[in-house]
């Protein structure tokens, strides 16, 4: 995954016409390290997205207007529009990360 460095880079990426998964993290999140552990496996059989990360305690800012309360996050984002969320009692699993991914229709 690639990391997001700045605000405006986040609003060039997810202002794609393709899907963009974002994920918010930190680096003091055990859940986040726990989702690291199976993510890369995840992104190689979802590669109709393309697939971000950013760290939620750099842009505060940017978890606030699209309501990441908890971390770590998946956001999907397309044409600049926040399409769903999986907030973070539900990405603690691989088989929970792809049945939001599978149920997604972007």
């Known amino acids: 995954m ?3 460095q700045t ?3 986040f609003q060039q990426i997810i202002s794609s016409d393709k899907p963009v998964v974002v994920k918010f993290y930190t680096t003091w999140c055990p859940d986040c390290m726990r989702l690291n552990m199976f993510i890369d496996d995840i992104v190689k059989e979802y590669s109709q997205y393309d697939w971000f ?3 939620r305690d750099n842009f505060p800012e940017l978890a606030e207007k699209y309501q990441v ?3 770590p996050s998946l956001l999907v984002f397309r044409n600049g529009e926040k399409m769903a969320h999986l ?3 539900n990405a603690k699993t691989p088989e929970e990360v792809k049945a939001f991914l599978q ?3 972007v």
Do not use: C, D
Request: aromatic letters at 0%; charged letters at 20%; hydrophobic letters at 40%.
């Open 7 to 9: 605000a405006e880079q």
């Open 69 to 71: 309360m908890g971390i």
């Open 2 to 4: 690639k990391e997001i």
């Open 103 to 105: 149920s997604l229709t």
């Open 53 to 55: 990360e950013i760290n």
């Open 87 to 89: 907030h973070s009692a």
